[in-house]
């Protein structure tokens, strides 16, 4: 069976992250989307929050599912038997940072390699950070997120 890692703070679930989730899910018989459990990263919304709306959104498709992870990312993805991870790559300012970790966690375990996708272009702008500036700032995010993560964004901002 193939099996693939799609890590990240989901914090929240964008359509993008729903864009890749769905290449992914072509390409392997089995992708766990996985939320990092990071405690010095400071989410607006809890690990269970975040797990509950990827639930909503994506956790009723077949072939994906939702997990959570502290740790090593690479040690999560062998202790899960997956031999690659999933990553999105939106523009050339991703890549940096991407090229780091995925040269790091080579380094780490050679049997876990990581894989890019790249989102539908009108999804290139899109990210959890600035969905939250807008949302805070009363702007509408409703064509950018899944309904689910609408309605829970505008209740953490107008609570
Ligand atoms: O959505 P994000 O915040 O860009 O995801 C980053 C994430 C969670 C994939 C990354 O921080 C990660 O893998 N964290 C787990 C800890 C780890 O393995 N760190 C070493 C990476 S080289």
């Known amino acids: ?3 693939a890692i799609y890590p990240g703070s989901f914090d929240p679930v964008t359509n993008g992250h729903l864009d890749v989730i769905e290449r992914a899910r072509k390409l392997f018989d089995e992708v766990i989307v996985a939320v ?5 990263k400071e989410a607006l919304f809890t690990l269970q929050e ?7 959104t994506v956790g009723k498709i077949d072939n994906v599912r939702i997990a959570q992870f502290e740790g090593l990312l690479v040690e999560f993805a062998m202790e899960q038997k997956a031999r690659a991870v999933i990553r999105g790559l939106r523009a050339v ?3 940096e940072f991407e090229f780091q970790m995925a040269l790091m966690n080579r380094k780490l375990e050679t ?3 990581t894989i890019f996708l790249m989102p539908k ?3 290139t702008y899109l990210s959890s950070r600035i969905i ?8 509408d995010i409703s064509g950018f997120v899944p309904a689910c993560v609408a309605k829970a964004l505008r209740r953490k901002f107008n609570p």
Not at 50 to 56: I, T, V
């Open 50 to 56: 975040r797990l509950d709306l990827l639930q909503e």
């Open 93 to 95: 300012s991703d890549f």
């Open 111 to 113: 049997g876990v390699e």
């Open 121 to 123: 272009e009108e999804y």
């Open 1 to 3: 069976m193939s099996r």
């Open 36 to 40: 990092a459990h990071n405690d010095e």
């Open 132 to 139: 939250k500036e807008i949302a805070r700032l009363g702007g």
